[in-house]
């Protein structure tokens, strides 16, 4: 197969802003890393003794780039307008693309561009995140997401509009194929472009594509390469939920200390040619592809789970590819993220690849991680840059964060070692340097390709460049000021341990693309060099003479030329068109020339001064300002509308209405010039003096954003209509039961095994029950009419709350119209602004409603995490009166039991009420079916308030509250919800009040409904069903699918097998935790919950074997 060269190369990462600097920070094994900064403020996100908490991080501990605002939108012909909503990634993508082609000679230079692909890996878009914040946070303020007061409401939506609105261009902006067709735009390439996502692998998967594309002939040229940057802190809560992250905030590969990886960013890009094409060219080659291959794990024990066949079989044909043996290659830059599985399984696959290379076979195995971090969709294009570097330099370079190496990975006088310092690389036998490059990525993408020294020595040449015995160096660079800093850098470069030829460096500036601010040097020898760029610094600094043997051209707010006349040979340098011949000299690594750049971000305000004449010139540039949002200071007449600012049909239609409404009759000329993009000055010419309207006294210095309308509120639940719609299926919800909705049902004339009834005893159609109802409709009828105070009691209503009182060992009950109403009525009365309730992250809606309505400050706490419920309330309860803490007793999403001992425990430590909702334990837990105190054999008055609902299991509707007398006395005589609000009718009390001393009467019920759940979870574990956290005790027994997809498949496929049990999906759970709920009675019947466990797998198997890629 052909063999591919690198004949350019940039990049920018953490403590890198090149790809000089890059080799500099790898050779010098610097470590860069940091807290996340101004980045965004992570102190609301920082829990570092809290591992647990879902919604924070453990670290603080970041590789980020010093600047991600900044580009250069002028120099690439682009409107701030749209470069403010394009995605960073994309402008760094841009900027990259740029300082690769200079890189490569080929900024200037004639290549095929109609035939130049261009290939990136990028996996996500983290300032799409930000730039819908305003849809997000208009959808919040709205309650599309839950419960919003007024006053949230508020200033949410006011917080967001700090974020630029949405504009014509934000939503090519923010897409992910973007970022490789942007370059391909900005820089007319003709071919192949698009964006590889295979998360940590997608940049080498990018260069993979690449090569294989240039191997069949789709293209000429190519550039690949990928990106990430890190704009919000979502990546680091997810990475330590999964606790890949080092905790030490130090990335540590094949080093006995390794826990995890620091979260980085950047970008590289190579630009890449068909070697022969490159030794036709004359192209200085940094490195070559000898070989390349991709492939997948298949199936595996999870997404992020390595899978060593997989990488061995991707080793293996990259390596056949190549046509080389493994035991070749001198280094391996590895995968190397420093986590225990991920490292151990790679060490193990380079060993069986190198089993039958020859004794004696040293191998040194790196990763850049260390460096700069886990740059994700960039992790791949850092180590192949790492690597060709190395290559092209004949350095080994040093491995950061590895002094204590592992021994079960590197043992002494093994395979592998790792360098402790520069090295030499020599390879034996005169063969040419090797190296490995491998990229891993979630989800089982796997990519590794082999590197290969440049063949050839480079051949010496005479440069052209000079000017009597000294040699002529041009400089170029976007501003003043950036020519003075480029002049300093380049003197740095010069003055290192490796400096290149005079006569190269020469041609390789020679062959740049001329910017704004110009400067030509003479000088015979590199001290006299680094000392005329001294001085040089000096001149444009001070704004002093410079000294002769140099001539500069200045751009600042007078253009001018300093040093004199240039001699003729200077002046063809500093004026050339044509880029220079490429035999007259070679390539070298040098800095990129500076562009200009200004700052382009979603937030605040953009806008720009313009001068205050009337005159036609003024008010057109302004126009063009306002319409482009460039600042007019950068705003010339000789700039194209199309070519040089970038207009679009759409900018172009906008600034003809702008210039309408100043000149309504605006000449069909200048229509006819806004079409063609003509010259600023050709435009004002065009307008003539007689059509001028009056003219304004000043142009704003700010240009005012649209208001945006008012966000739509959507009644339909949270898009599951949409969902239904797009798999084809009826819906599950709303469903009409012809018949007791009990362990059985009918629904459409179809019997079901049902286990969305709740009824936990199987009471609702009990005898002693319906007979109880019965008598009482008889006596009282069927309405209570009235809220009890005004209307009146009904001896049932306290028949019901003395049996509840004592059935909770409770001094008090008291009964209200429904379980929801209950929390928000007595949460929302007994809490006020000063107060606080702090309730577990799983808690019902009916609490956060409650919590809501009180005006009392809110705080959550990770499910189930007591720890940081300690936190919380040690940090919040001396600032706050009355303090409640709101728990369920067994949580009816996922089935598992709060601690109460130990809550009970932190009630006491700082003073708080205990709040406790049993709507899914009393009936169930404990032996006489009293709940969770009954169950955890506490004190009853350990719990200041008990909650909990009648239609659960009492075979009624209702809910209730109980606790001391004082406490009841008090709700009884204020709550609103009960004041103010109708009561049960006598029926259904009578119903609760029977189906209570049914449960008095034989306590066996509740053991039996414990057993027939406790048989369900082991039949579905057994069957390898995902039942999450359902423990012993709970009659709520989820099976968890993993997708809302796969939820509502299954859910339609065990209906149609005569079982009914409801999905659950985003909102009420994230996605990968949708679930089928099951309600386990003690209705349901072995036979029952054993055909259920078969149906569910058979059914799972048959979703999993038809949807399944």
Known sequence: MDSIAITGMACRFPGAPDIHDYWRLIHDGVVVSGPVGGRWNHEPFHRPADPRDPDAAYTDRVAHLDDVRSFAALHHGLPPRRVDVADPQHRLLIELARVALQDAGLERASF???????????????????????????QLARGQYGGVDAADAERLTAAADAVAPMNAYTVPGIMLNMAASSVSSVFDLGGPSFVVDAACSASLAAVHEAV???????????????????????????????????????CRPFDRRADGFVLGEGAGMVVLKRLADARRDGDRVYAVVRGSACTNDGRSTGPMTPRQEGQAACLERAYDDAGVPPGSVDLVECHGTATPTGDAVEMAVLRDLRAGSPAGARCHVSSVKANIGHTLSAAGIA????????????????????????????????????????????????????????????????????????????PAVTSTYRQADDSL???????????????????????????????????????????????VVAAATRTQLTGQLGELVTALRDGTEVPSGMWVRCQGSRPRELGGSPPPDAARLLDAEQPPDPAAGCLVNLPPSPVETTTHWALGETGHSAAPDGSVTTRLLAAIARVSEFPPDVLSLDQTLVGDLGFDSLLVEELAEQLAEVWPDLPSLTHELLRRGATVREIADSITPGAHAPVPQSVPRSVPRPTPPPPVESDEPAGVADRLAALGLPSPYFAVHDELNGATTVVDGVRLTNFSGYDYLGLAHDPVVTTAAKEAIDRYGTSVSASRAASGERPVHGLLEEALARHLDAERALVLIGGHPTNVS?????????????????????????????GARRRIFPHNDLAALDRILAEHRPSHGRVVVAVEGVYSMDGDLADLPALIELRHRHDVMLYLDEAHSVGVLGATGAGAVEHWGVPPDAV????GTLSKALASCGGYVAGSDALVTHLRHTTPGFIYSVGIPPSTAAA????????????????????????????????????????????????ITGDAATALRLADGMRRRG?????????????????????????????????TVRALTAELALIQGVFSP
């Open 992 to 1039: 609760a009040l029977a189906a209570l001393g049914r449960l008095r009467r034989d306590p066996g019920l509740a053991a039996t409904a414990r057993a027939r759940a406790a048989r369900f979870r082991e039949l579905a574990v057994k069957a390898g069903l995902n039942t999450g956290l359902s423990a012993d005790g709970s009659c709520v027994v989820p099976v």
């Open 826 to 854: 007595v949460l929302g009365h007994l809490l006020g602004p000063g107060d606080l309730i702090v309730h577990d992250a799983f808690a019902h809606n009916s609490i956060v409603q409650g919590a809501q309505l009180s």
């Open 112 to 138: 095929p561009r109609e035939r130049t692909g261009v290939y990136v890996g990028a996996s996500v878009s983290e300032y799409k995140d930000m730039l819908t914040t305003r849809v997000r946070a208009r």
């Open 944 to 947: 200041d308030i008990r909650m």
């Open 1059 to 1091: 079982v009914n049990a409801q999905p659950f999906i985003p909102p009420a759970v994230e996605n990968h935790q949708s679930r089928l709920r099951f309600f386990v009675t003690a209705q349901h019947s072995e036979r029952d919950i054993a055909e």
């Open 473 to 519: 160096f041009l400089l170029t660079a976007g501003s003043d000021t950036l020519l003075a800093q480029y002049a300093e850098r380049l003197a740095d470069v010069l003055g290192g341990p490796t400096p290149p030829v005079l006569a190269d460096v020469a041609y390789t500036l020679a062959s740049r693309t001329r910017l704004r601010s110009r400067a």
């Open 212 to 250: 294989t594309h240039l191997r069949s002939g789709q293209c000429e040229v190519a550039l690949a390469g990928g990106v990430y940057l890190n704009l919000v802190p979502d990546n680091l809560i997810g990475f330590s939920r999964i606790g890949v992250l080092s905790r030490v905030g130090v």
């Open 383 to 458: 180590g192949l840059l790492k690597a060709a570097l190395a290559v092209h330099h004949g350095v080994i370079p040093p491995q950061a964060g590895c002094e204590q190496a592992d021994p079960a990975m590197l043992p002494d006088g093994g395979t592998f070692a790792v360098a402790r310092e520069p090295r030499a690389w020599r390879p034996e036998r005169d063969a040419p340097r090797r190296a490995g490059v491998s990229a891993f990525g979630f989800g089982g993408t796997n990519v590794h390709v082999v590197l290969e020294q440049a063949p050839g020595a480079v």
